[in-house]
């Protein structure tokens, strides 16, 4: 059963299409309606509908920008216009948007009907494509290239001195073009069912691939248990789609087949040799603790970009750094001890004093210095110092310090992770306090001003607040309008644009909402009191 949102103006025909629609027995679950394009948005973002059937000439905001809008919060959301003959041109222009159909005024009970039996069959393909066990089929030629250069960085090769040949093979590929600035960046993702197993195939590709071709250009494959997609372009396509092609597959793979989607994201490089790099940023993105309410990580939500650039280690280090990235003590402890049960004779201790301290101690502060501040580093370094001419000789003392150190590591980064949403939040509620008036301020713009990803910050001003980026913003300008209304000489048309509303309509039907009252109404009531 698909769940669907009617958003229309005009009350007669928006009446008569959620009351004459025997929604359930063509397979949806009517969820709710609006009378206007912001109540369609706040709607849409609140009870993420499966189909969202609106008129394209709405009030406040209009179908198309409406459907922009959508696809930020929730692009597996499908939308169908209803529109006027004189504006259908006008209405394919939002193909970009997932608009799934078009339809025009007026029309009838009958008709409506049949075209949701048609529309049905439309979702209904794309569930069972992206369900579908087809593997999906990459150029050869593309794959041999890319897969080496992610995986490894052509390490039986110098990368940097053979650079020329790299880009001249990359151009032959149509992975760079002549003339433009084309930008790179890494996904890495995971699907996981409700038991906690890995269920991730080949055939995910074919999955994710159906959504990344509506957004991005991408080279996807296969390795150990997961989807490893590289996503190329201008800076500037990739900044304003990476978000919403990530959260599309993320809410896809929830919807479809009712598993999680892990994803971890890198940052975007302009240097074609630098994959291997960002598939390291991508893995370690990967591996931080995510929140309840999303699944996706991007490296720069959680990670300075100054130790961007993390060394490989050998697995038992590498375990160890999960543990610290992830913030688990109790698994770093474990793992510590796992770890130097191996190391049962002379020989095999030689060699973990002389690599496992310095390398251990190297990767875990480099993961401090990127996530915690300073203080807490130095305060480690007080309580866990390294001194090889105490431990040197001492298998028993190694341990100490090296689980002592992981322990006390994961513990800081668990408690960053706590807080660091804390911050970031606190960011975005400052710049709604102090740029409200401006029109154009949305999730994205505070997003991008405090470096962090769209998805990521909509995410922690939920788990924060409990309300909704719309719901804080409407909040505080309402304060404001309520402060401004007092004083008689100021005209509504005034206070709307000094509280970032450009349409006074608008301005008067978001106050009312808030209200209760019109702002005449309420200037009129102050007048009187």
């Known amino acids: 059963m698909y769940t669907v949102i009617v958003a229309d103006d005009e009350e007669e025909i928006r009446s008569a299409l959620v009351k004459t629609i025997d929604w359930n027995s063509l397979g949806f679950r009517l969820v709710g309606e609006a009378s206007n394009g912001a109540e369609a948005l706040d709607l849409t973002e609140k009870l993420c509908p499966d189909l969202l059937i609106t008129d394209i000439m709405m009030p406040f905001i209009g179908g198309i920008e409406l459907a922009r809008q959508v696809r930020e919060v929730r692009p597996s959301t499908q939308i169908v216009f209803l529109t006027g003959y004189e504006v259908f041109e006008y209405a394919k222009k939002a193909i970009q948007y997932n608009i799934i159909s078009y339809l025009l005024k007026p029309i009838s009970s009958e008709e409506m009907s049949h075209e949701l039996v048609k529309i049905r069959k439309m979702i209904d393909d794309k569930f069972d494509q992206f369900k579908s066990n087809e593997q999906a089929k990459e150029h050869l030629d593309t794959l041999s290239f890319v897969m080496p250069l992610v995986l490894d960085g052509y390490t039986h090769v110098n990368a940097v001195n053979n650079s020329g040949r790299i880009i001249s093979e990359a151009d032959k590929l149509g992975l760079v073009e002549p003339g433009v600035d084309i930008s790179y960046c890494i996904m890495v993702s995971s ?307 000094k509280c970032g509303y450009e349409d006074q309509h608008y301005f008067s039907y978001s106050f009312k909402k808030a209200t209760g009252l019109s702002p005449i109404q309420y200037k009129k009531q102050l007048t009187e009191s």
């Open 191 to 497: 699907i996981i069912d409700d038991n906690g197993i890995n269920i991730t195939s080949k055939s995910s590709i074919n999955s994710f691939n159906l959504i990344l071709d509506k957004y991005l250009k991408h080279v996807s494959f296969f390795s150990d248990g997961r989807v490893v997609t590289l996503l190329y372009g201008t800076r500037r396509t990739l900044e304003k789609y990476i978000h919403i092609a990530v959260e599309d597959i993320a809410q896809s793979v929830r919807r479809i087949i009712d598993c999680a989607c892990f994803i971890g994201v890198s940052r975007t490089s302009d240097n074609i040799t630098n994959l291997h790099e960002l598939y390291v940023e991508a893995m370690n993105a990967l591996s931080y603790n995510y929140d309840e309410d999303g699944n996706v990580r991007y490296i720069s939500d959680v990670e300075n970009d100054v130790f961007s650039d993390i060394e490989r280690f050998e697995v038992f280090v590498a375990e160890e750094e999960r543990c610290v990235r992830g913030g688990l003590p109790d698994e770093a402890a474990k793992a510590a001890d796992e770890l130097f049960e191996q190391i049962d004779n002379v020989s095999r201790y030689k060699l973990s004093a002389n690599f496992i301290v310095p390398n251990l101690t190297s990767s875990v502060y480099k993961i401090l210095y990127a996530v915690v501040n300073k203080e807490q580093t130095d305060k480690l370094q007080e309580e866990c110092p390294l001194q090889m001419a105490d431990i040197s000789g001492n298998v028993q003392n190694i341990k100490e310090y090296c689980k002592k150190l992981c322990v006390m590591a994961a513990q800081l980064v668990e408690e960053q992770c706590k807080s660091s949403g804390s911050r970031h939040c606190k960011l975005a509620l400052d710049m709604i306090d102090k740029n409200f008036s401006d029109p154009d301020i949305s999730l994205v713009s505070v997003s991008r001003e405090i470096c962090v990803s769209p998805n990521y910050l909509s995410s922690i001003i939920r788990k924060e607040t409990g309300s909704t980026f719309i719901e804080l913003l409407t909040k505080r300008r309402m304060k404001t309008a309520e402060d401004l209304l007092q004083f008689p000489s100021i005209k509504v048309k005034d206070v709307a644009i």
